[in-house]
């Protein structure tokens, strides 16, 4: 196997797929990526068993003689990374020795036999959903933030991508909060289709995706999604089992409602939260008429106070919540003007844009 | 907290690790039999039985100075992993009892029996019948106190010992302080019990007679604690979940470290297990310090602390050394460790999934 490449073409085809390789491996081929090399192409393959990319380079690229074998990932990206600009690198394999040349420089890097390189099963699509690049990343990013980490109620560790003929939506929940994205748009689907897709894939295609009004089709099957974006396919795996009911848990609200300027309340709880416990980052909210006070406290008994003029002219009532997971979702309210719903101390708060409901998150308090 | 009285268990396994291995090789029964690392390794006993404690030989003791006092002394290398499946069987049989268990070691708890209907309500049957049980299923015995709090019952275990119990009934508690001898109150070690002897303070009763003002100047806030300890006094629960407080890990040198290079060599490695001892922590609590300890060839210790928030190499290093130049006297043992910060906050996250 021998070929010879430019540096920019290889860079931004390793860049692009070295993110699903773990920095830490139980299988000493998942450091590595799949090279596979036919007269006409380059493809490049890595994966980490749950999630898989494939990039194609055709692009400057002189195939001397066809073949494949499994070069070490990350040495590989650092070697191109700092090569000059417009190099030539030329890739010669021979026996389990790939050596890797540029003008003066030569590297002798350990390869690994593609026979033993793990490929996702070949996937039968049952349903696509078309969106535009641009669409996704806004669903995504609106959501992903809520997702759980290394929770024991597995399918948490995801987000669940919900489609109808006429509407997607997006939602993921860590169990103290849920952030729930909607966006009217004709998919493409003729039924109600329901995936939830592992953290790692939600991230891997978030890094694939920018705000370009490019239209881009999800092939969806039973344990399987996939997409092509340029030359780019991504794969994953989807998460085996059943999200909970999260529309049981979105709170109905009455009268306990507050509108506060965004910006406003942001800056309120960036500078409150200074002063909260570094581990429980609880700040207290006190409603009384026209005025929300926001408190925190820490374990050295150091003290934020802030004041907010608010139009409110209900019975009085305190309650306490995480300041984290309050800026997580009023950073991702796309309006002026946030709206608070409560319900009592012991109630989900829903925060939501005052004018649409595109993006609603639902944050329980604490006890303090 | 309800004014009702309390029953609670010290249940206490005798000379536990030893009895396991007797039982297991009944040829030891009538020899003098410990448990810990040899004396060529320079170990340590972690426990033996009554014939060798006849010789003066007494957990924590140098393995070389046990067989000393008692040249015919088998030292056995010891199986946690045996002494756990015994330690989770007596566990059952409290369950059987109460929920309420504060486990203490792999062969002492607390057992809060208050609500408990077995026996009647009788703390004092129950402690027998548990007893009985752990004999019959384990093949060791264990030695009860029951009292109305756990003060009380920790010591009475240790007063019919071994294979005994004894009751400390809430009208008797006067009468069963006054006579305690003060090195029996926890937390009155050589130090403080030489104190009191200076200041005529042999029993709980000498110690009555001190006013609390007076024992919180001279003590600390230990005092405090010491104006109830010795009234039979003390309100702390059975808790069933215990909060690690710290995590530490310690090595002891086969050949005495004379020099600080010495010393910074085999710090790698005490470090080295910390981490690996860390790791297997599923969550681990915010770090408040960092500390060495580190024992002379003499068993005189030190310790040495900092604050912290990771376990970082070059602190434990600059503890180390500043340890080290205390004494100059090699040294027998390193330990390096991290403290957590206490929960204390009352802070609580409500879930939106029951």
């Known amino acids: 196997m021998k070929f010879c490449i430019s540096k920019e073409p290889l860079f931004t085809s390793l860049s692009s797929v070295c993110g699903v390789i773990e920095r830490r491996q139980t299988l000493p081929v998942l450091s590595n990526l ?6 006409e192409k380059l493809i490049i393959t890595g994966t980490d068993l749950e999630v898989e990319l494939v990039s194609s380079v055709i692009e400057d690229l002189e195939v001397s003689e066809a073949g494949d074998t499994t070069l070490p990932a990350r040495k590989l990206l650092d070697i191109c990374k700092n090569l000059p600009d417009n190099a030539k690198i030329t890739f010669s394999i021979k026996n389990d020795k790939a050596t890797v040349t540029s003008g003066k420089s030569r590297f002798s890097l350990s390869t690994l036999p593609a026979e033993d390189f793990p490929s996702l099963e070949q996937i ?18 609106s959501t992903s933030f809520a997702m759980a980490l290394q929770d024991v109620r597995y399918y948490l560790n995801g987000l669940l991508f919900e489609v109808s003929p006429s509407k997607i939506r997006t939602v993921a929940t860590d169990g103290h909060r849920l952030a729930i994205s909607d966006m009217d748009k004709s998919s493409g689907v003729t039924a109600e289709h329901q995936v939830i897709i592992p953290r790692k894939g939600v991230i891997e295609l978030q890094r694939l995706l920018d705000d370009s009004d490019e239209g881009i089709s999800l092939e969806l099957s039973s344990n399987h999604i996939q997409v092509v974006i340029g030359s780019i396919r991504f794969t994953s795996k989807l998460i085996d089992g059943k999200f909970p009911d999260y529309e049981r848990v979105i709170p109905v609200i009455g009268d306990r409602i507050v509108s506060i300027d965004k910006e406003i309340l942001k800056k309120a709880l960036t500078r409150a939260a200074i002063l909260s416990n570094e581990k429980y980052r609880g700040v207290r909210f006190t409603l009384t008429e026209n005025n929300l006070s926001i408190q925190a406290h820490n374990p050295e008994q150091e003290e934020a106070q802030e004041e907010i003029m608010i139009n409110f002219n209900q019975a009085e009532f305190e309650v306490g919540f995480n300041v984290n997971y309050l800026l997580d979702a009023i950073g991702c309210v796309g309006e002026d003007v946030v709206e608070l719903g409560f319900a009592d101390a012991n109630s989900s708060c829903l925060i939501s844009g005052s004018e649409e409901r595109n993006n609603r998150y639902v944050v329980m308090p604490m006890r303090l | 907290m309800s004014a009702k009285q309390r029953k609670i268990i010290h249940c206490d396994c005798d000379c536990f690790f030893a009895a396991v291995e007797i039982r297991d090789n009944p040829v030891l029964a009538d020899k003098p039999v410990a448990v810990g690392g040899t004396p060529e390794k320079r170990g340590v006993i972690s426990t033996c039985n009554y014939i060798a404690r006849k010789y003066g030989v007494h957990s924590a003791m140098a393995s070389a100075t046990a067989m000393k006092l008692c040249p015919k002394l088998i030292i056995l290398r010891g199986d946690m992993n045996k002494y756990r499946v015994v330690s989770q069987q007596i566990i059952a049989i409290y369950r059987e009892y109460t929920n309420i268990i504060e486990p203490l ?19 004092t049957l129950m402690a027998q019948e548990i007893r009985e049980k752990i004999k019959q299923k384990t093949g060791i015995t264990a030695s009860a106190g029951i009292a109305p709090n756990k003060f009380l019952a920790k010591i009475a275990s240790d007063w019919n010992k071994p294979d005994g119990q004894f009751v400390v009934l809430p009208e008797e508690i006067d009468d069963f302080v006054a006579e305690l001898p003060v090195k029996k109150l926890f937390g009155v070690g050589k130090v403080t019990a030489e104190k009191m002897t200076n200041m005529g303070i042999e029993t709980c009763a000498d110690l009555q007679q001190i006013s609390n003002f007076d024992l919180v100047k001279k003590f600390g806030t230990f005092g405090d604690r010491l104006y109830k300890l010795c009234r039979g006094i003390d309100n702390r629960e059975v808790k069933t979940e215990r909060k690690r407080k710290s995590l530490s890990v310690e090595n002891t040198f086969e050949t005495d470290l004379q020099t600080i290079e010495e010393c910074e060599e085999k710090l790698e490695q005490v470090y080295q297990k910390l981490l690996t001892r860390a790791g297997r922590i599923e969550e681990l609590p915010e770090i408040k310090t960092l500390f060495v300890k580190i024992k002379f060839y003499d068993f005189k210790n030190t310790t040495i602390e900092c604050p912290g928030h990771e376990p970082d190499y070059d602190v434990f290093s600059e503890l180390l050394e500043k340890a080290v130049k205390r004494e100059s006297k090699a040294i027998r043992l390193i330990g390096i460790g991290v403290r957590f910060k206490e929960d204390g906050s009352g802070e609580h996250q409500m879930e939106l999934f029951e």
């Open chain 1, 34 to 39: 799949l090279f596979t090399l036919t007269l």
């Open chain 1, 124 to 141: 039968s699509p049952d349903t696509k959903v078309n969106i535009t690049k641009g669409d996704l990343k806004t669903l995504f990013d």
């Open chain 2, 105 to 123: 070691s792999l062969d002492e708890a607390f057992l809060d029996v208050s609500n408990s209907t077995n026996c009647k309500g009788s703390a």
